[in-house]
């Protein structure tokens, strides 16, 4: 498999690196954390108008750029480099690949060009209480109107800056199987409240939904296939971002180890240091060619999918945060401070360890798709 990027792409990761660079540096995070909206919706429309980020992977006659997960899957690595408040993986990533799979044209005709353009933000609503990600972890329910259109009862949990997006895309339980279901952020019924969390660079919310209308997305059989396609996709992106922050964790500890002296030498020439950051190195590298191959493996729609973005979130959920508590390791009493920004990257990969399903969840879903 050819993992080299061409040009074009190479000229997309700069881009946006220098971008991130400008206009999201770490006081701009620390900042950016502690607004009530959890990101910057001036810098979000940028994102959309100047680059056209958010509209990546949709199609040109819907306000986008035609391009694919690979495209994406770069831009999550540079945005965990960044350490970027942005709800990129919910509205980008999450809702706008479950539109783009689903069977129902006049949704997309309706939703993607304000996505592409960054004047809206959308996200899938799938866990509840239980925290599953799988069909039965679903027991939010839908039932039909008296319009033609839903009512939906229950709640979700975890949801990616549910408290902020503008529509809600819920997973829900109908008579006839699993729906998605398409929720204005402002309807009636809808409660939606920001949780606290480990990590502030990435806002979660529970949503209460009492007899909140809804429209109901077409699919194309069950609608649970859909949701497995979102998942598998979501799973490979954050997997890039996750090579992201621990790439750049392991930038700032090789800089430290460098800088920092004992004894009259830089510490980096410790033995002890320099197996820490030669182990560290190794994960990063390992988990950067399990995102690429399954960055690959979604761009050109293979079959391996399932396998690859399982293998892909497993390795680089537990690489990410390896690398990032290694990071701490180098620092020392400083990298436990709230002023040293290692702890952010800490925190990020330790949360995304858990979103999606952790790395146990995941390489149990590896091992049922080779028949183990």
Same mark, same amino acid.
């Given at each position: 498999m050819d993992f080299a990027f061409d040009e074009d792409q190479e000229e997309l990761r700069r881009t946006v690196r220098a971008f991130l660079e400008a206009t999201a540096p770490e006081a701009e995070t620390r900042r950016t954390m502690e607004t009530e909206a959890g990101y910057d919706q001036a810098l979000w429309r940028r994102m959309g108008s100047e680059l056209g980020l958010q509209g990546l992977a949709i199609p040109e006659e819907h306000g986008g750029a035609g391009a694919g997960p690979v495209e994406v899957g770069l831009v999550m690595e540079e945005m965990g480099r960044a350490m970027l408040c942005a709800p990129y993986l919910a509205s980008a990533v999450q809702a706008t690949t479950a539109l783009l799979h689903s069977d129902d044209e006049e949704a997309r005709t309706e939703l993607l060009p304000a996505l592409a353009a960054g004047e809206q933000v959308a996200t899938l609503a799938l866990t509840e209480d239980s925290a599953r990600w799988n069909r039965e972890g679903v027991t939010l329910t839908a039932r039909a109107g008296a319009d033609g259109g839903w009512l939906l009862d229950g709640h979700k949990t975890f949801v990616l800056d549910g408290a902020q997006a503008d529509v809600v895309l819920t997973v829900a339980r109908a008579t006839d199987g699993i729906g998605i279901f398409l929720v204005a952020g402002d309807a009636p019924g809808l409660t939606r409240t920001t949780l606290p969390t480990l990590d502030l660079t990435r806002r979660?919310?529970?949503?209460?939904?009492?007899?909140?209308?809804?429209?109901?997305?077409?699919?194309?059989? *069950?609608?649970?296939?859909? +949701? =497995?396609?979102?998942?598998?996709?979501?799973?490979? #992106? @954050?997997?890039?971002?996750?090579?992201?922050?621990?790439s750049r964790a392991l930038e700032m500890a090789v800089e430290y180890a460098k800088v920092r002296h004992q004894f009259g030498r830089a510490i980096g020439s410790f033995q002890a240091v320099k197996h820490l950051?030669? *182990?560290?190195?190794?994960? +990063? =590298?390992?988990?950067?060619?399990?995102?690429?191959? #399954? @960055?690959l493996s979604a761009q050109n729609g293979e079959g391996d999918l399932p396998m690859a973005a399982s293998l892909a979130k497993s390795l680089c959920s537990d690489a990410s945060v390896k690398v990032t508590q290694d990071n701490i390791q180098v620092h020392g009493g400083i990298g436990f401070t709230w002023e040293h920004p290692a702890h952010l990257y800490f925190k990020r990969a330790k949360t995304s360890q858990l979103l999606l399903g952790d790395s146990a969840y995941h390489r149990e879903l590896l091992a049922q798709a080779i028949g183990v």
């Open positions: 979660q919310a529970r949503l209460e939904y009492r007899d909140v209308p809804a429209r109901r997305l077409r699919t194309r059989g *069950d609608g649970w296939e859909l +949701v =497995e396609v979102v998942l598998r996709h979501s799973a490979v #992106a @954050l997997a890039a971002e996750q090579v992201g922050v621990a950051l030669a *182990d560290s190195l190794m994960e +990063v =590298e390992s988990a950067r060619a399990a995102a690429y191959a #399954a @960055l």
